[in-house]
Nanobody, 118 residues
Framework: QVQLVESGGGLVQAGGSLRLSCAAS????????MGWYRQAPGKQRELVARLTSGNSTNYADSVKGRFTISRDNDKNTAYLQMNSLKPEDTAVYYC????????????WGQGTQVIVAS
């Protein structure tokens, strides 16, 4: 079992930056992918960014060029650097980890709130 704990959310003005962190209770080296999702009020949870163990990334079109996902295996932590924030980025952001070795295991954090004021 792996616990994921997000931090770094908060209130920021439009155009500002935040860095979210996702600390894992044990090594993330074996995670095949780490990702960030978000859920805005009244909307479905959506993928924001994903980083595989092979260092492949994919981003939602709405955040490309503004957000960057990274991971530090030595610190068992994944990050989401968010720049040029917009009010539409307001959501609860969730960290996600996938261990692909059978069985496939998916882990979620409890979420961290990001509010972008216009």
């Amino acid at each position: 079992q792996v616990q994921l704990v997000e931090s770094g959310g908060g209130l920021v003005q439009a155009g500002g930056s935040l860095r979210l962190s996702c600390a894992a209770s044990r090594s993330i080296f074996s995670m095949s992918a780490m990702g960030w999702y978000r859920q805005a009020p009244g909307k479905q949870r959506e993928l924001v960014a994903r980083l595989t163990s092979g260092n492949s990334t994919n981003y939602a079109d709405s955040v490309k060029g503004r957000f960057t996902i990274s991971r530090d295996n030595d610190k068992n932590t994944a990050y989401l650097q968010m720049n040029s924030l917009k009010p539409e980025d307001t959501a609860v952001y969730y960290c996600n980890g996938i261990m692909a070795s059978p069985p496939v295991l998916v882990y979620w954090g409890q979420g961290t709130q990001v509010i972008v004021a216009s």
